[in-house]
Structures are given as structure tokens and as C-alpha cells.
């Protein structure tokens, strides 16, 4: 579960790119949000946190295009 959440972070939240880097079925995910209460507390913060680079990458591409 840490991996693919890592994994999650570092391709800024795309959910098939991390469960391939993690080397899991991106379903294993799924489940995981169904079943496992404190997995999906902690995956609400990587979403966040996954947001927060792709609002700051939007912002350094707006900057560039300036």
C-alpha cells in the first residue's frame, strides 16, 4: 500500500501510472478504499497532497508562458 501511495504522489495522482509503479492491479486500490478504513484516510491526504503538485506545476507553466 505505501508503494503505490508513493508511487501516487510522485505521478501527481494518476492512479493506473501508480498501481503499475507499485506493481499492483489498479483494482487493488479500489478494494482498498472499500475495505480498509485507515488506508483510505491516508489516501486523502496523498490526494491532496497530489493536488498540490499539480496546482504548483499549473502555476510554474502559467509563470513560463509570461
Known sequence: KRAF???YLATAGNIQQAAY???IQPGSH?????TDPKYRRVFKD???RAADVLEDEAR???ADED
Open 46 to 48: 496523498y490526494e491532496a
Open 60 to 62: 510554474q507553466l502559467a
Open 21 to 23: 509503479a507499485a506493481q
Open 5 to 7: 501511495l508513493n508511487a
Open 30 to 34: 479500489y478494494n482498498w478504499m472499500r
